[in-house]
């Protein structure tokens, strides 16, 4: 990213569609580093972990393992339906359909299957990682630049001048955190 911002930072003299693309860019960069695909044995592996617990139907699992993981996996249904079949083509699970969703449920098998793995859940190890930061602050990064992209397109001439003021001020404070080494 260097040489991708101007120098000296967001002045204010900067037109307010200037700073839309160099948020647009910034939250595009840490998008690109902080990518979401797992593993197909770890989509397995959550979804055996979540209907250990209780039935549930895809869309359910989906959003499960989103909030379990603090929103640093959010597999999609492309990953989640195909290994559910295939689960379910293994006896692993069953599937009950009602009011038009299918509702899954572990076997005897499948029960056997989780107790025999002794693996952990995929998010409580994706959360370990984001102790490490590599998770979160990319994310913490892409919500800042989505916050100060809507103030560039929105807001007012004072506003834009007072997100300018505060990004200026939040910049300082990152390279302080570096600066403590």
């Given at each position: ?8 930072g ?7 569609d ?17 990518g ?37 996996w ?11 079949q295939?689960?379910a ?5 069953t599937a ?12 005897e ?15 409580e ?27 560039g ?23 302080a955190?570096l600066?403590?080494d």
């Open positions: 990213m260097n040489n991708s911002f101007p120098a000296g967001f002045g204010t003299g900067m037109h307010p200037g700073m839309w693309q160099i948020m647009e860019q910034l939250r595009s960069t840490f998008e690109k580093r902080s979401t695909r797992m593993g197909r044995g770890d989509v397995r592996a959550a979804v055996l972990a979540l209907l250990a617990e209780k039935p549930m139907h895809g869309y359910q699992i989906i959003r499960e393992i989103d909030e379990r993981s603090n929103g640093s959010k597999p999609s249904a492309g990953s989640v339906y195909p290994t559910l295939l689960l083509d293994e006896g692993f699970i009950e359909e009602s009011d038009g969703r299918k509702t899954y449920t572990l076997t098998a499948g029960r056997e299957e989780v107790a025999g793995s002794g693996a952990s859940a995929p998010w190890t994706a959360s370990a990682s984001d102790n490490t930061g590599f998770t979160a602050l990319p994310k913490a990064g892409v919500e800042l630049a989505q916050a100060a992209a809507q103030v397109r929105t807001g007012s001439p004072e506003q834009v001048r007072q997100a300018v003021t505060v990004l200026d001020e939040a910049r300082r404070r990152l390279y955190i600066a403590q």
